[in-house]
């Protein structure tokens, strides 16, 4: 078995190091609970996450994320980082979620055109168009003269819609 990379504690703050040179943060008083396992990290489109090998468990393939590891979550919850950042996993940044809450802490689109979130150029009215989404549903929010006030219209709504899972970025 390979030898455990060394946890490095700076104030309450423990850096855990990952394979390909990344390091995911955790609360030092949860290095007891990630200490001992070899954790690799997974690179995915937008983020990073610090996952380690499960042997003998059924159904759910054969690794953990670390985030999921520390709050213990139990299948089908889902655990979201608040600052979108994978390899942060505080406790501070970590909360339970269920899907529409984690898909409301999103980025804006890679395509996205307006340069903000949930606006839209509608060709046919010649305006800018809000939009909102809540579970599988899109809410349409209005037409407008500017995307600034598009924008202020769906930031309004997300924040009203997902409360504290509103990402306006």
């Not at 903000?116 to 800018?128: F, M």
């Not at 929010?141 to 930031?155: M, Q, R, S």
Request: contains cysteine.
């Amino acid at each position: 078995m390979p030898q455990k990379r060394e946890i490095e504690i700076v104030g309450d703050i423990a850096m855990v190091p990952l394979t390909r040179g990344f390091v995911a943060k955790v609360d030092a008083s949860d290095v007891d609970k990630v200490s001992g396992y070899n954790w690799f990290a997974i690179v995915q489109k937008h983020c990073v996450y610090a996952m380690r090998r499960v042997s003998g468990v059924k159904g759910r393939g054969s690794k953990i994320s670390m985030h999921r590891h520390l709050l213990d979550a139990k299948d089908g919850i889902q655990v979201d980082h608040i600052d979108l950042d994978g390899l942060n996993n505080r406790r501070s940044n970590l909360r339970f979620a269920d899907p529409s809450e984690n898909s409301a802490n999103r980025r804006k689109n890679s395509r996205n055109t307006s340069g903000y979130k949930g606006v839209c150029w509608n060709k046919a009215c010649g305006k800018w168009q809000a939009q909102i989404r809540s579970g599988n549903v899109r809410k349409y929010l209005g037409l407008f003269d500017t995307a600034e006030k598009a924008y202020n219209a769906y930031c309004e709504a997300a924040k009203a819609e997902h409360k504290q899972f509103a990402r306006l970025t």
